[in-house]
């Protein structure tokens, strides 16, 4: 699955900003996609991750500013960043997992990452 990021940018704290990822390919009826971010020194984490049957998680940093959406249609998915702090500053990447029963096979394919800058 090829997966195709857009947004992020540069914010001032308490700003907002939203990312899309849209996915193509082999896409199958029940996956997970979601965000990931890594900043400078660190490692990749999970920000927020959403099935096709509409299960959600979020990191405990971001519950209650960040919001996760899809559309199944579209297979897209979007991560609305609300009341950004600079601790939120990192390179976000879009995921997308899933197991196909049929081959015994899984993926967990990534995006190119997209930079987020949150000033102070």
């Known amino acids: 699955v090829q997966l195709q990021a857009s947004g992020g940018g540069l914010v001032q704290a308490g700003g907002s900003l939203s990312l899309s990822c849209a996915a193509s390919?082999?896409?199958?009826?029940?996956?997970?996609m979601g965000w990931y971010r890594q900043a400078p020194g660190k490692e990749r984490e999970l920000v927020a991750a959403?099935?096709?049957?509409?299960?959600?998680t979020y990191a405990d940093s971001v519950k209650g500013r960040f919001t996760i959406s899809r559309d199944n249609a579209k297979n897209t998915v979007t991560l609305q960043m609300n009341n950004l702090k600079p601790e939120d500053t990192a390179v976000y990447y879009c995921?997308?997992?899933?197991?196909?029963?049929?081959?015994?096979?899984?993926?967990?394919?990534w995006g190119q990452g997209t930079l987020v800058t949150v000033s102070s």
């Open positions: 995921n997308y997992l899933a197991y196909d029963s049929s081959t015994d096979s899984a993926a967990n394919d």
């Open positions: 390919g082999s896409i199958l009826s029940v996956n997970a």
């Open positions: 959403m099935t096709t049957g509409g299960s959600t």
